[in-house]
């Protein structure tokens, strides 16, 4: 079965540095891996996702992400953080060719809240 | 969030009660699913629909019920509330494709009390 691991409970940075958010997966095949950001008393949103192809791959508000497949990692970055990103953030995984009970189910990581300070 | 919407925002319920929180999609999306999300144990599938009249339970299903009479309404009730529901609870879609990469579209959630 897939998991999704997210190291970190609360990341930390100033304003206009960069900001990197961990996440490890552990799928049996080719994983399709996204990120989403869940904003104070709002659902998640949708931020990215990896299914092929480049390895980098760009979302919404900046963010970014990139695969290492040998690294099992799917790690989201940005290059100047806003105070405006602070967020709860979660790495969800599929394994499409898994024959779980869950069906098209996403596995989510446990999330990593980022605060941005000013 | 638009395209799915929950209901109530905000409810709180005395233990013992019987409570159904909402769940309606506009996309004709087949699947639907139930989470709630707890501090430090991220999002958990309680159920989820493969399509109209087709349910099966998530990881924690145990307090809860589903019906998906209709593909746009995925309602989860509480037969008998108990504090350890107290939980944001949120509705989320997705279409149906074979081995889709398609992400899941979530509402805004229900925050529930228990007292």
């Known amino acids: 079965a897939q998991s999704v691991a997210q190291p970190e409970d609360q990341v930390n940075v100033a304003e206009g540095n960069p900001l990197t958010v961990k996440c490890t997966y552990s799928?049996?095949?080719?994983?399709?891996l996204f990120w989403y950001v869940q904003y104070p008393n709002r659902g998640l949103q949708f931020l990215l996702k990896y299914i092929t192809g480049d390895n980098l791959v760009k979302g919404s508000y900046g963010f970014e992400a990139e695969f290492n497949k040998s690294q099992t990692s799917f790690h989201l970055k940005k290059p100047s953080a806003l105070v405006s990103d602070s967020a709860l953030f979660f790495c969800?995984?599929?394994?499409?060719?898994?024959?779980?009970?869950?069906?098209?189910?996403?596995?989510f990581g446990p999330g990593t809240r980022l605060s941005v300070l000013p | 969030d638009a395209g799915i919407t929950q209901s109530p925002r905000y409810k709180i319920t005395e233990t013992g009660r019987q409570v159904t929180l909402m769940c309606h999609q506009t996309?004709?999306?087949?699947?639907m699913f139930w989470y709630r999300q707890d501090l430090g144990h991220g999002l958990r599938l309680i159920y989820y629909s493969a399509a109209a009249d087709i349910t099966d339970k998530g990881e924690v299903p145990d307090g809860y019920v589903v019906s998906r009479s209709k593909t746009e309404n995925f309602p989860l009730t509480l037969e008998s509330a108990t504090r350890s529901q107290t939980s944001v609870y949120f509705c989320a879609s997705s279409e149906k494709r074979a081995r889709s990469n398609y992400g899941y579209t979530f509402g805004s959630g229900t925050r529930l009390t228990v007292v």
């Open positions: 799928v049996s095949g080719n994983p399709y």
């Open positions: 996309w004709s999306h087949s699947y």
């Open positions: 969800a995984v599929r394994d499409p060719g898994g024959r779980d009970n869950y069906g098209q189910n996403f596995v």
